[in-house]
């Protein structure tokens, strides 16, 4: 078995090819998030300063924010609406491809504290209230709320949270646990070093600080890993990596 999975991890390395993104490596300290958008563009979130700065693919500024408090960035890969969630000012903001706010939805009006959000679309968000121990179907264009189920559960040490199917992925600092909207516990899997979740398609993409996996449901497979990197992400191009203080993108080859 470990035998297998050091060949799987082998053959994955030796099937990308590395590019080096023409980033200044001042532009790449002291950053808390690297994203990559289908279109080529590169956004840093730097916790220092509570800035989201985005780049194009030769590392030219096309825009910046600063934010008065800490701002989870669900993902850029739609930059034409950019979803971002504070628990601190308990509020989800919208921003256009040019960062500018499109749209600002104040949370703590309607639930009681909000821990974490899961926008499913240009309508529907999924809100976990940790007061209450409820999970919403919220609609955020009629401030209506769809659906509610009790959901206590232990959200310590909670990172990031995907609904999809009628299923609750909860991504926690080094686990992965499935429920129902029962709370069941569905599945579980240890995970080092969690950082958030995406779905593609029907498959939820599980990030960690060198590697990312895939769950199709059953099983978890990893589909990149470089154990030199400190910050891992993913866009139709292939798989972003910040290692030291410059970027690579790895592309599969065909």
Do not use: C, H
């Amino acid at each position: 078995m470990r035998l297998l999975s050091f060949i799987l991890i082998l053959t994955s390395i030796l099937t990308f090819s590395q590019k080096k993104i023409g980033f200044d490596s001042l532009q790449l300290r002291d950053i808390q998030e690297v994203l990559g958008d289908d279109y080529g563009n590169i956004y840093i979130y730097k916790k220092k300063d509570f800035s989201l700065t985005k780049y194009d693919s030769v590392g030219t500024q096309l825009g910046k924010l600063l934010m008065t408090f800490p701002y989870k960035i669900q993902s850029v890969t739609n930059p034409l609406n950019i979803v971002m969630f504070s628990e601190n000012a308990q509020e989800i903001k919208f921003l256009d491809q040019n960062l500018n706010e499109i749209q600002k939805i104040n949370l703590s009006s309607t639930f009681g504290f909000i821990k974490a959000v899961y926008a499913e679309d240009l309508q529907f968000a999924w809100l976990i209230d940790d007061s209450n121990k409820t999970l919403f179907q919220y609609n955020f264009r009629s401030n209506s709320v769809i659906n509610s189920f009790p959901f206590n559960i232990n959200l310590q040490s909670l990172q990031d949270f995907i609904v999809y199917n009628n299923k609750i992925y909860i991504l926690k600092e080094n686990i992965l646990e499935v429920y129902n909207t029962r709370a069941t516990l569905l599945y579980s899997a240890t995970i080092i070093n969690a950082r958030k979740l995406r779905r593609n398609n029907d498959d939820i993409l599980i990030f960690e600080n060198q590697s990312v996996k895939k769950f199709d449901g059953k099983n978890l497979i990893e589909i990149f890993q470089n154990p030199n990197a400190k910050i891992v992400d993913k866009n139709n191009a292939g798989f972003l990596a910040l290692i030291k203080d410059k970027l690579y993108l790895y592309r599969q080859n065909k």
